[in-house]
């Protein structure tokens, strides 16, 4: 399979994007897939491959998405460039690699719902600490084993 090929296949980043952004508000109101996909009149195997940036949401749909995460249309693009800016800006930090993975699992989701609740900068900056401690000390323990 040739490279032209296969970029073809991978999720545009932008679709990813907003389908996490779908995935993060869901979860944010306890809203869940079937539900979603109810209120949609989809399957939640759809809302799933839309949460993926697999498939790619309408206009329509996603002002229909909007309509029921209660959220404006703009807030699905919130984190990307601005496009009038040109292309090299406008990619900007699009949900890709290790951040898109994290916030693709449960726990993920729930830590960037809540952790900006935390009123204290002190005390985020303490977990980040601890995260960061825990994650180095898993490290080592894999290169005893």
């Given amino acids: 399979m040739n490279d032209r090929m296969e970029s073809d296949r991978s999720p545009n980043p932008i679709d990813v994007h907003v389908g996490l952004q779908v995935r993060l508000r869901r979860k944010e109101l306890k809203i869940s897939q079937e539900k979603l996909a109810e209120t949609l009149g989809l399957t939640f195997q759809q809302v799933q491959k839309y ?3 697999a498939n790619r949401i309408s206009a329509s749909k996603l002002y229909e998405i909007a309509r029921t995460l209660r959220v404006p249309i703009g807030w699905f693009f919130d984190g ?3 496009p009038s800016a040109g292309r090299g800006e406008a990619s900007g930090t699009v949900g890709q690699g290790y951040a898109h993975d994290f916030l693709m699992t449960q726990e993920g989701a729930d830590l960037a719902n809540l952790f900006p609740k ?3 900068r002190r005390v985020r900056r303490r977990l980040v600490d601890l995260i960061r401690s825990l994650a180095e000390n898993d490290e ?3 290169a005893v084993l």
Wanted: glycine share 24%; aromatic share 0%; net charge negative.
């Fill in 80 to 82: 990307l460039g601005d």
């Fill in 51 to 53: 949460e993926r940036g």
């Fill in 140 to 142: 080592g323990d894999a």
């Fill in 118 to 120: 935390i009123p204290q």
